[in-house]
C-alpha cells in the first residue's frame, strides 16, 4: 500500500471533525479571549482554517521558511464570518488532500525543512513529519492546549502503519531501552544518599555530587528539547538532594514518553544516545564512585541480571536479581 493510501482515510477522518468544530463557532464571540496574551477565537478560527494548507508547499516544496530574511512575515487573513472561515478551511483541504493524494513514496520520505529567518527549525521525512498531522487537531480557546479531535475513529489501517513505525524502529527502541537503564542504575545510586552528601568534595576544585546531579538533570532537558527538534540548554544550580532526584526521574519521564510516542524524532537516536544520555551514564557512575568515597557505598551488582523494561523510568524499580558488596 502506498503511503498515501495509508495517510488519507485519517486525513478525511480528521478534516471531517475540525469542520464540524468549525462551523459551531459563536460569530458573536470571535473577539473573545480568556487572557490578554490569548488569541481571540477569530484568530485560532483562521489559523486552523489555514493549517490544512501547508500540506501543499510541504509536498511541493523541499522547504518553508516562516520568516524569510528580507521578506515582510507572513499574515493572515482578517476574517469576519463563520462562512468565511469555512471557505478557508474547505478551500485548503481540497488542495491538500490532492496534493497528499498524487505523492509518491519516495517524495513523502524524502526529508524537508522548516525555517525561520534562514534557521533551520527541523529537518524530517515529509510522511511522518508534523506538518500534515498539525490539522488533527482541537484548538480550545481558553483551554490553552492543542489535543487530537474526539472519535479517532480513522482507518485501522493508517493508524497500524504509526504504530509499526515506532515499534519496528530497533534504534528507538534500544535508546529506550538504555533510558531504562539509566533510571534503573540511577535510581539505584541515588537512594539512600547520607546526609550531607549532596555538598561532599573530594578536593577543592572538583564537583560536589549536588552539582553533578543538577548537571545530569539539565543534560535530560536538553535530551528532551533536542527529541523534539531543538536546541536548548540551561545550566541550573542544584536544589535540595531530593528535588533534584525528583527532577532526574522527571525528565527521564518526559523523555521517554517522547520517545514511546509516533513523533518523529528532532535528531538521529545515535546522536540522542552519544550526547546527553551517555553523558548522564557517566555521571551517574561518577555519584556511585562518590558515595564509595564519601563511605556510604553502593552495593554492586550484575546488571546484566537486573529487570530492566523499556518505560520503567520513575523512581520505583524492580527488586535487584543479584547484589554483592
Not at 31 to 46: E, F, G, I, N
Not at 61 to 71: F, L, T, V, W
Not at 148 to 169: C, F, I, Q, W, Y
Not at 282 to 291: C, D, E, P
Request: charge should be negative; hydrophobic fraction near 40%.
Amino acid at each position: 500500500m502506498a503511503l498515501s493510501e495509508a495517510l488519507l482515510p485519517e486525513f478525511d477522518h480528521e478534516m471531517a471533525n475540525t469542520r464540524k468544530t468549525l462551523e459551531r463557532i459563536p460569530e458573536d464571540k470571535f473577539d473573545w479571549k480568556p487572557h490578554q496574551k490569548s488569541m481571540t477565537v477569530r484568530q485560532l478560527a483562521t489559523h486552523i482554517a489555514e493549517m490544512p494548507g501547508w500540506i501543499i508547499p510541504t509536498i511541493a516544496q523541499d522547504s518553508m521558511d516562516i520568516a524569510p530574511p528580507g521578506a515582510p512575515p507572513y499574515q493572515s487573513p482578517t476574517l469576519h464570518l463563520c462562512q468565511e472561515v469555512l471557505e478557508l478551511f474547505d478551500k485548503n483541504v481540497s488542495g491538500a488532500r490532492a496534493a497528499l493524494a498524487g505523492a509518491s513514496d519516495e517524495r513523502l520520505l524524502k526529508p524537508w525543512s522548516l525555517l525561520a529567518g534562514g534557521k533551520t527549525i527541523f529537518n524530517l521525512p515529509r510522511a511522518p513529519s508534523p506538518a500534515w498531522r498539525v490539522p488533527a487537531v482541537e484548538q480550545r480557546p481558553g483551554a490553552g492546549d492543542l489535543r487530537p479531535l474526539s472519535g479517532r475513529g480513522g482507518d485501522v489501517r493508517a493508524m497500524d502503519m504509526k504504530a509499526e513505525t515506532v515499534s519496528s524502529d530497533p534504534k528507538r527502541q534500544l535508546l529506550r531501552h538504555t533510558v531504562a537503564t539509566l533510571a534503573y542504575r540511577g535510581g539505584k545510586t541515588l537512594r539512600g544518599a547520607p546526609d550531607g552528601f549532596a555538598g561532599f568534595r573530594v578536593a577543592e576544585k572538583t564537583r560536589t555530587p549536588g552539582q553533578i546531579l543538577a548537571h545530569v538533570a539539565d543534560l535530560l532537558d536538553w535530551a528532551l528539547s533536542l527529541v523534539k527538534g531543538q536546541h536548548e540548554w540551561h545550566d541550573s544550580a542544584p536544589l535540595a538532594w531530593e528535588k533534584d532526584v525528583q527532577r532526574f526521574f522527571s525528565a527521564l519521564e518526559g523523555f521517554d514518553a517522547y520517545l514511546g510516542s509516533d513523533l518523529p524524532l528532532g535528531f538521529p537516536a545515535e546522536e540522542l544516545f552519544q550526547g546527553p544520555i551517555a553523558d548522564a551514564l557517566t555521571h551517574i557512575g561518577q555519584i556511585a564512585m562518590l558515595r564509595r568515597l564519601a563511605g556510604a557505598p553502593v552495593r554492586g551488582e550484575n546488571y546484566f541480571r537486573a529487570d530492566i523494561v523499556a518505560g520503567r523510568v520513575g523512581p520505583e524499580q524492580a527488586t535487584p536479581v543479584r547484589e554483592f558488596d
